[in-house]
């Protein structure tokens, strides 16, 4: 069956990074987009990226360019999201989701959602 | 890009339908059926319970069902039972790569 894991809670202060990773099983993982969405607390979903596991190819939010980087390693099916600078308005539950469709564009349906990750930004 | 407009809330009593609206551009909904709902639970990640507008995946009630008029598509939910409480969201392509979310509307059941 599908899953994906993702990495715990993280606690940072203001102005660092946190990289957070999604490992996946149960499917050909460089066979189907990966996304990230996150969720403030309170809040609504908010589309951050996705990144094509196969080529390495990412689209980002126009909101997270420059301070959001998504990458994976094929070898262990994780794939990992990168954000930088962050601020207090950072702090959310950060989720990997994985598209639909097979060895296609990547269109935002998300079938298999991982558990979450709380990311926390607090001096 | 803008965020899709839901209403903030919607109530129903069991055994009633409801109608959750989500109104983009033309841009995104009105461009293309690639609308899908999520239903979500606290402290829950989302489900997803329509795709492609009006298509349900593998194990989700035929209760739900979904629409699209225009820049505007619907999720009705027949027969509401109490589990549906939750937070629906709406979600749509947007072209060049981008995907956009509506801002969820909580559903009571009374």
Partial sequence: ???????????????????????????????????????????????????????????????FQGRVTMTRDTSISTAYMELNRLTSDDTAVYYCARDHYYDSSGYGIFDYWGQGTLVTVSS | QSALTQPASVSGSPGQSITISC?????????????????????KAPKLMIYEVSKRPSGVSNRFSGSKSGNTASLTISGLQAEDEGVYYCCSYAGSSIVVFGGGTKLTVL
């Fill in chain 1, 1 to 63: 069956q599908v899953q994906l894991v993702q990495s715990g809670a993280e606690v940072k202060k203001p102005g660092a990074s946190v990289k957070v990773s999604c490992k996946a099983s149960g499917y050909t993982f460089i066979a189907y987009y990966m996304h990230w969405v996150r969720q403030a607390p309170g809040q609504g979903l908010e589309w951050m990226g996705r990144i094509n596991p196969n080529s390495g190819g990412t689209n980002y939010a126009q909101r």
């Fill in chain 2, 23 to 43: 109104t983009g551009t033309s841009s995104d909904v009105g461009s293309y059926n690639l609308v899908s709902w999520y239903q979500q639970h606290p402290g």
